[in-house]
């Protein structure tokens, strides 16, 4: 069984080096990922942007390290780095979100594949850290000069925060600023976010996904029992309310491509590392882990091949399109991207059947 899904994340993997990667503007020692196949030539030549796209494939690479550590993909995790820096112009942007998923990205690549990024880490463990305003409502905004306080900035930049020096007093003021600001009191779930004191009563996966990892890193560094019983909690919470037979919805393609793969990768967190041997703890990590291969077994099931390769649905309990290089195009509108006509044509869909594949591999 390791086999098979070390072989499937391989084939996953492989799709998207072969489809997606591409040298920033020609520049030797870079590499980007293309955010649409097949691609129009302003996205070939990253006219477009989409920073925390990049982190979630530096991530992925990270991922493919572990299962099977590679001189040539460290040098293209290296590469990576690099042309994030160069597009960007730097490390940071306004969106505290994008720069929490880049710093756990940058963080994993350290500690995980010798990839050492500390100037990065510094610099963006700084934002996280002055952004916190629990006077103005918050937890820490979505973007600077904003009152929408959410947990897609907040999840991750906690997890980042708890894993990088160790910083666990104010990651635990983020996750207890959660519990008690953002939780459904009807089904346990995590709700978006609040802005100007009212709720955003919207319930993504990947909210669901970054306090699960919040509070998992919590339970292991702090012993505290209210992590464990917040993850207990969720978990259950998840299997009743964002599965179908044991597989994790999904919200289609642009930006909610992503979404069902975060709440995936933390899931697996769960089941490898939450603490605890009583029935309740044992239970959260079976569950965690049966949505995982399931999600996983389902969205190999209704995988399209091209040359041989996968290619992914932003569903995965259904069939998936081969898309063409016609049609609505993603953009970018208010701070989000929204799908392609096809959905399976954005790069975000293609690394959510990468990133689900590798976690998979852990849990076999």
Request: proline share 4%.
């Amino acid at each position: 069984m390791d086999q098979l899904w070390a072989n499937r994340a391989a084939s996953a993997e492989a799709a998207i080096t072969q489809r997606h990667l591409k040298k920033l503007w020609g520049l030797p020692g870079t590499q980007l990922g293309v955010v649409a196949w097949p691609s129009a030539r302003k996205y070939r030549m990253f006219g477009t942007w989409h920073y925390w796209w990049q982190s979630h494939l530096l991530d992925c690479l990270v991922d493919a390290q572990l299962r099977d550590p590679q001189p040539e993909r460290k040098l293209r995790i290296e590469r990576q780095i690099r042309a994030h820096w160069l597009r960007n112009t730097g490390w940071t942007n306004d969106y505290y979100d994008d720069m929490a998923w880049l710093a756990l990205a940058l963080e994993r690549a350290g500690r995980l594949a010798g990839v050492e990024k500390p100037g990065a880490l510094k610099k963006l463990c700084e934002q996280f850290v002055s952004a916190w305003v629990p006077e103005d409502g918050g937890g820490i905004p979505w973007r600077k000069q904003d009152q929408f306080f959410n947990a897609p900035a907040n999840g991750p930049a906690g997890i980042f925060l708890a894993r990088y020096d160790d910083r666990l007093r104010r990651a635990q003021q983020m996750a207890d600023w959660i519990d008690e600001t953002l939780i459904d009191p009807e089904t346990f779930l995590v709700f978006d976010g609040i802005k100007a004191g009212s709720m955003v009563r919207a319930q993504y996966t990947y909210c669901q996904g970054v306090v699960l990892g919040l509070e998992v890193e919590l339970a292991v560094r702090t012993q505290d029992a209210r992590h464990a019983e917040r993850v207990r909690r969720l978990v259950a919470a998840v299997d009743k309310e964002m599965a179908t037979d044991g597989v994790i919805k999904g919200a289609g393609g642009g930006d909610g491509g992503l979404f069902n793969a975060i709440l995936v990768r933390y899931l697996a967190l769960v089941a490898s590392t939450l603490p605890g041997d009583t029935p309740d703890d044992a239970t959260a990590r079976d569950t965690a882990r049966s949505l995982v291969l399931r999600s996983a077994q389902s969205a190999w099931d209704y995988r399209q091949n091209v040359d041989e390769l996968p290619l992914f649905g932003p569903f995965w309990d259904r069939e998936a399109e081969i898309p063409q290089a016609v049609g609505k195009e993603a953009e970018f509108v208010e701070g989000a991207v929204n799908a392609s006509a096809v959905p399976e044509r954005d790069l975000s869909v293609q690394l959510s059947g990468w990133m689900l594949m590798e976690a998979a591999h852990t849990l076999a």
